[in-house]
Each structure stands twice: as C-alpha cells, then as structure tokens.
C-alpha cells in the first residue's frame, strides 16, 4: 500500500523541494543541524542499516526522529521522548494576505529565536528561517509580537509552523492573521497547507478547525537518542 506525501513529510520533503537541503549517508536523509532536527527514512519500517546510516548522520548522543515509523528503535537505543500529536490540512480555510504582515529576513532571526524562547511553538533554530517564507506582526513599538512561517515542504504541500504569540499580545487575533496570510501565499503557488499540533493543545486545535483545517490523522511525535561513543 503506497503512502501519502504526509505519511513521512520530512522525507518526501528532502526527496522533492527540500532536496538541496538533505544531508545523506546510505539511504537516509537530514536537514542541516542548525536549519531544523527533522531527518527522514527511506521506509516507515527501516532496516538495520537504515538505523545505522541514521546514528552516523546524527552521530553519539544525537536524537533520531521517530514520527512515521513503525516497530521499536534498535536495542541499546534510547527513547527520549513520545508525545501525542494532530496532522491537519487546509479544507476550505479563509485566506486573505495582511497588510500589516511583513516577511521576516536573517537579519530578524535573533529577535525571532528570542520570541520563540518565550513561547515554545517548537523546533526553530538560527537558519530555520531558510525553509520559506515567514511573517511577524510587531507592535506600536517596532518589537515583533507574533510569527508564523513554512517549514516542511513535501510535494504540493506547505507545513504552517512556528505559529507564536507574545503573551503582552494574546487575545487579539494575531495568530490568526498570519496563518490565513502564510495560507493564501501557499495557495497562489497552487500548493495546499497543512500543520501539526500536539494533541493536548485544544485551544491551538480548536482555532486551527475554525479557520478551515481538518485532521488528517493522529501522530506521535517522538525520538530516539543513539548510544554514545564508547
């Protein structure tokens, strides 16, 4: 039974437009360290010298994603985490651009890790920023409250992530905003939106739902850590 571009987004990613991103060794592929932890596996049941090309790539200690595999990480491996999550995709979300959006540069990456640090949205690293195309909204001020950008991109899909709000910010729709901005984007290159969520955050879900996404399916966010070196 073949498997959907979303099954393994990271690899159908690193196979399509995200290809000259990807690092391989044998038949597995990863994303740059500092660009975002993702690798992917050829098949969601690897075989052993998929796990070891896997170590290699990551090296001693490093951790090894796990979301869309089946069956245990190799003995002496250790789970370092297993975390309930949600794939959503776009069924009919209202996009419209934002005037007051502006796309983020390299030169924001500082003032965006430092926005990421108080809100936790997940994984954004210091060339994140590389995968496409993110927007800010910034206060009276000028400080940048509110962000969202693309991350995985498999073939004709586009992952809205790093969806983060300032708490000084909350409760005016600025998350919102961006999302169906980072949609409409997406859209006009013909390609459709999708996202993750943990399972837990209900209020993140039900805002998701109410813009025009619909789960696609359960996932498990998790990893394994390799063994260190002797």
């Known amino acids: 039974m073949s498997q959907h571009v979303l099954d393994r987004p990271a690899w159908s990613a690193l196979t399509g437009p995200h290809a000259h991103f990807a690092e391989r060794r044998g038949d597995v592929l990863r994303y740059p360290a500092d660009v975002t932890p993702f690798l ?3 098949s969601s049941a690897p075989s052993a010298q998929d796990w070891a090309d896997a170590a290699a790539l990551v090296g001693p200690g490093g951790l090894v994603p796990l979301a869309g595999l089946t069956g245990p990480p190799p003995e ?16 009919g979300v209202d996009a419209a651009p934002d005037d007051e959006a502006v796309r983020l540069t390299v030169a924001d990456v500082p003032e965006m890790l430092a926005l990421v640090g108080r809100t936790r949205p997940g994984p954004f690293l210091p060339r994140t ?4 195309t993110y927007l800010g909204l910034r206060d009276g001020d000028g400080a940048l409250v509110a ?29 919102t905003r961006l999302v169906r901005a980072l949609a409409h984007g997406i859209r ?19 805002l998701y739902e109410e813009l025009g996404f619909r789960l696609r399916r359960d996932v498990t966010f998790a990893a394994a850590r390799v063994p260190a070196a002797n």
């Open 188 to 206: 006009a290159r013909g390609e459709t939106p999708f996202l993750h969520s943990a399972a837990d955050n209900s209020n993140a879900i039900r």
């Open 76 to 91: 002496g491996w250790e789970r370092e985490f297993r975390a309930p999550g949600v794939q959503l995709v776009d069924d």
């Open 129 to 132: 920023i590389e995968l496409g």
């Open 40 to 42: 992917g596996m050829p």
């Open 147 to 175: 962000m969202a950008g693309e991350r995985l991109h498999p073939p004709g899909w586009t992952e809205i992530s790093a969806v983060c709000t300032d708490p000084s910010a909350r409760g005016r729709g600025l998350a």
